[in-house]
């Protein structure tokens, strides 16, 4: 395979509350990527190289072929893979996978078709011995000319190196039907793959019953965590879109300006708030020390994780319960302002380095100039 | 303001209300003109601070204080618990340290009271065998290469000496440091066995007056440990894979592992739990069994004593709901009411 800038490639990360995955451009407008990625959220979150979020609404699912169309909030200008019509490959044909593997930055990895029509649970799908690991779902399986020839879906865990991918005339057929429909929103029958646009029990034009094949799921909107409805509240005081900010079960994660802020629940009684800011100088480092120990931070505190200062909160899972209780979103939304501002100082005033994960373009302007993320 | 204190281990505790809101502080040292003042902070922002504790360590002055407010409307039994338990021992865990590490000076402790003469000698000399034993037992890993052993003898050096031990001061500190290695499964073995010999020698060569500096009956009024249940012993001594994997090393001829894993078991049991004095003289019997023993004869002894204790705190638990439901009802049988727990009946007989 000839090489080629990854970078430049029309393949992102898709966030949701159920976890990530990849996908990629099939226009400036539309992501294509697989149901299972994105379902049960209507909208999802979908990240750019620069690290910021743009909003994705899902307007096309097909459950049985594992596929989806996310329409994005904002037209991006990158290489649009063509997907291949014929999809024709054959044994021991050399494939890549493009993906963001366990959640790192966007990868490839390579490998043959081990099987061009592997049958499995009564459909047909590419098989390939190129890895595929949690996160792949959705990416691309290129071919040496770069055509998408397949759909990274899913691998046998209990073996190694088979992996499996929805053969692109699929794909094909799926994009194409889309591209004719006008309907804001539908899910495709399992059966005769018409187009459902509203939660019925039956299909109008095969009568399977769709609540026995898992179609309406796709209609409801799922009752959030208290959890997550607790931290997504607080987000919504600060300003911060929840579906930009998901990243995973109970998990959370994005920029506050260049602060990093991650929110997660470390055990059954505490939501940790944590924002990777800074590094420490290399001389005089007691006053700084000094100034991260203050009592004027309370409630918030700084720890040292390794050399990357943190600023951090910690709520009690009662606190979370108490559903009257408004000060601890009060907190939230002040912490993610605080996080933005205080990288600064401690830049300014401190002698401090930006954190590995800082995001150098907003450290001065801050989250002014997030405007895209709004989205 | 009313404001009360109470000890726990050299730690005192003070809590406080103040408009509306508890106060709760630990103070853990003084930073003394002669103090590693850079490196003594450094320590506190990397290994006291953290995610996920209600409480911060913060500097007034010159002292580093662990702290804990909230408004007394949104205290929470659990959160108290936690904040009360956790505050105390992790100053108790670090004070002694930071002031022999960094020369600070000792804030708000509250007093050990010293071992006896006899006292002494028996603590001393399970010490020194027990760093022994630790030595011995990290050259049979390094024979074995089983890392089921291994993890057995990095657990049992801490556990053991921590039950059998009244340790206080700097060297438990230096104990946990050296563990945060030797204990951690993510490390490779050889560094792990790299550690806890370096830990058992340096343990080894700590002379009789700096041990007894390190030894003392520290006063607890809510009790440091987890409260131990039936759900922790079943999990450890019962049916489960934990049990699964200790029988499959024994009924496979490897005595040393099984007896091992066992041992270190019940150690890890009195050592990190509350337990009622009759389970607490149970686990120390089937220690006392199985002492002195060939590998082979201690791991048979402790699997059938793990039997017995399971079995009594079902036949226990069976008589507690029987009681409760007997109280509930209003009913006075509720011996004959019990149901028969078959079982238990033949595991204690």
């Not at chain 1, 095969?206 to 609540?211: A, D, I, M, Q, R």
């Not at chain 1, 319960?321 to 302002?337: K, Y």
């Not at chain 2, 003594?40 to 953290?50: E, G, N, Q």
């Not at chain 2, 002379?207 to 500096?213: I, M, Q, V």
């Amino acid at each position: 395979m000839s090489e080629f800038d990854i970078e430049a490639l029309g393949v992102f990360q898709v966030f949701t509350g159920g976890g990530t995955g990849s996908g990629f451009l099939i226009d400036e407008n539309n992501l294509l990527t697989n149901c299972h990625v994105v379902a049960p959220y209507g909208k999802v979150a979908v990240e750019l190289r620069d690290r910021r979020r743009i909003v994705g609404t899902v307007r096309r699912l097909n459950p049985q072929r594992d596929l989806a169309v996310v329409e994005l909030s904002t037209p991006l200008d990158f290489e649009v893979l063509p997907l291949s019509a014929e999809g024709k490959v054959r044994a021991k044909q050399p494939v890549s996978i493009i993906g963001f593997p366990v959640g790192l930055p966007l990868s490839l990895t390579e490998g043959v078709v081990s099987h061009p029509h592997q049958l499995l649970d009564g459909q047909h799908y590419l098989q390939t011995d190129a890895a595929i690991n949690p996160g792949n779902s959705g990416g691309p399986i290129l071919d040496a000319a770069h055509q998408i020839v397949g759909i990274t879906t899913c691998k046998l865990t209990a073996a190694d190196l088979v992996g499996f991918g929805i053969p692109s005339a699929d794909a094909v057929r799926f994009v194409s039907d889309y591209r004719e429909q006008d309907a804001d929103f539908g899910v495709e029958c399992p059966s005769c793959e018409d187009l459902v646009l509203t939660a019925k029990r039956y299909c109008d034009s095969c009568g399977s019953n769709l609540e026995e094949l898992g179609v309406l799921e796709h209609f409801e909107t799922p009752e959030p965590h208290p959890v997550a409805s607790f931290v997504e509240s607080a987000l919504a005081r600060a300003e911060i879109d929840p579906v930009l900010a998901r990243h995973g079960d109970q998990n959370w994660s994005f920029y506050s300006g260049s602060a990093p802020i991650k929110i997660w629940c470390c055990c059954s009684e505490h939501v940790c708030f944590s924002s990777p800011l800074a590094q420490p100088g290399k001389h005089a480092l007691g006053d700084l020390f000094r100034y991260l120990l203050s009592p004027d931070h309370a409630p918030f505190s700084f720890d040292l994780a390794g050399n990357i200062i943190r600023l951090n909160l910690t709520v009690h899972m009662s606190d979370v319960f108490a559903s009257q209780d408004n000060e601890h979103r009060d907190w939230i939304a002040d912490f993610v302002t605080r996080a933005d501002e205080l990288d600064n100082i401690l830049i300014d005033n401190h002698g401090c380095e930006p954190a590995p994960e800082t995001q150098l373009t907003f450290l001065k302007e801050g989250r002014s100039a997030q405007s895209l993320s709004g989205g | 303001m009313e404001e009360f204190c109470f000890g726990q281990g050299s730690s005192r505790v003070s809590v406080s209300i103040e408009d509306g809101s508890l106060h709760v502080r630990v103070p853990l040292v003084r930073l003394a003109p002669q103090s590693l003042t850079t490196a003594a902070l450094r320590f506190v922002l990397s290994r006291i601070s953290a995610t996920g504790q209600l409480y911060q360590p913060r500097l007034r002055g010159e002292d580093i204080v662990l702290e804990f407010t909230d408004r007394i409307t949104r205290l929470h039994p659990h959160k108290v618990r936690e904040v009360l338990r956790e505050m105390p021992v992790e100053a108790d865990a670090n004070d002694d340290w930071m002031v022999t590490e960094f020369e600070c000076t000792p804030l708000g402790r509250e007093p050990i009271e010293a071992l006896t003469e006899d006292e002494y000698k028996r603590a001393q000399n399970i010490w020194t065998t027990h760093w022994l034993e630790v030595d011995e037992l990290v050259k049979v890993s390094q024979r074995s290469r089983s890392m089921f052993f291994l993890n057995e003898i990095t657990a049992y050096a801490v556990h053991h000496i921590q039950h059998a031990v009244p340790l206080t001061g700097y060297w438990w500190s230096r104990i946990s440091a050296a563990a945060d290695t030797f204990n951690d499964s993510n490390c490779d073995p050889t560094t792990r066995e790299a550690a806890l010999t370096k830990c058992a020698k340096e343990m080894q060569a700590v002379s009789t007056e700096s041990l007894r500096d390190s030894l003392g009956h520290a006063r607890y009024t809510i009790s440091p440990h987890a409260d131990g249940t039936t759900k922790v012993l079943s999990v450890n001594l019962g049916s489960g894979d934990y049990l699964d994997m200790v029988m499959r090393l024994h009924n496979g001829g490897r005595y040393a592992e099984s007896a091992l894993g066992l041992i270190s078991t019940y150690n890890y049991l009195l050592a990190r739990f509350s337990w009622s004095p009759e389970i607490e003289t149970m686990l120390l019997e089937g220690l006392a069994r199985a002492s002195g023993t060939p590998w082979r004869d201690a791991a048979a002894a402790l699997l059938e004593h793990g039997e017995t204790i399971i079995a009594a705190v079902k036949l226990s638990d069976a008589e507690a709901a029987s009681d409760g439901k007997a109280a509930s009802d209003g009913n006075d049988k509720a011996e004959s009411d019990a149901p028969p727990n078959s079982d238990a009946k033949k595991a204690n007989s």
